[in-house]
């Protein structure tokens, strides 16, 4: 028999405002702690050295979060000119340093023009790739390069918000696999000094957005009844998906993993969210003959349930 895990079952998501120097690990698990939950996973790692947002899932929240990491980023970052390090941030060995050309903001939008849309990418040594079961950031740390294939990426927005003699601040919109600081490096190079990351912080993530996000210390300021309001539910992510209502005697046959036939018709989206007396069951397939197919159960009975609305 397997052991329970101790802890509520608590269902939703939290926006979290990490902190700098907190691993995306450790700001899931002092949230986590905050809530007694018993199952909680994050959206996708967010370095030690950046900062914003962050998604955490609890429950069976966390079936939705391997979706989210599909989803497109917005970043602001401040790129350091003129000093290359092994990490590709300022925490890492300084490897070489070259005088920075005299810059206009003409000249820098020209460069960043080139890095918009679908580009290659190499993602970077320090990074969590594996490599014959090892992450590379391991590799790297025994001094140890691997060569690395480049990735397709797309760049929806880079917008230079303002520069210094030594800086350059940056808004990013992008695309999932984009390596921000593999980014930087790639325009520092096209400037001709090389560049690395000084600060960075993640402002969106897919719909949400770090003005909605809730640092550590404001969560651990509220009350249990406060931090559970605090709960998205747990279909938010997928609101972009078709919605299909279904009788009891439909989701009682859906839950039980049978295929029922609807009088919906397919549409572009073959993937479509199910509910039955305004309670979200799960993702489904729509066929083309009109059957539904369960895809993926949600099993929202808990302690604590985000209020789930049609």
Known sequence: MSKRKSGRNIHGIILLDKRLE???????????????????????????????????????????SAMMLDDDKRYQVVAKLGVMTDTGDVEGKVIAEKPVPKLDSSLIKQCLQGFMGQIEQVPPMYSALKHNGRKLYELAREGKVIERKARKITIFELELLQFTEATLTLDVMCSKGTYIRSLVEDIGHQLGCGASVLELRRTQAGQFKIEDAFTL???????????NSCLLKVDKPLESLPLIALSATQAGLIKQGQKIQTEQPSTHQN???????????????????????PKRIFNLDADVVSALEL
């Open 271 to 293: 993937m479509v969210r199910m509910y039955s007396e305004h309670v979200f069951l799960g993702l489904g397939e729509l066929l083309l003959d009109g059957k539904l197919v």
């Open 217 to 227: 210390e404001q969560l651990q300021a509220m009350d249990s009844k406060a931090l």
């Open 22 to 64: 907190a691993s995306s690990n450790r700001a899931l698990q002092e949230v986590r702690r905050l809530f007694n939950a018993n199952k909680a996973g994050h959206t996708g790692s967010l370095d030690p050295m950046a900062t914003g947002l962050l998604p955490l899932c609890f429950g069976e929240a966390t079936k939705v």
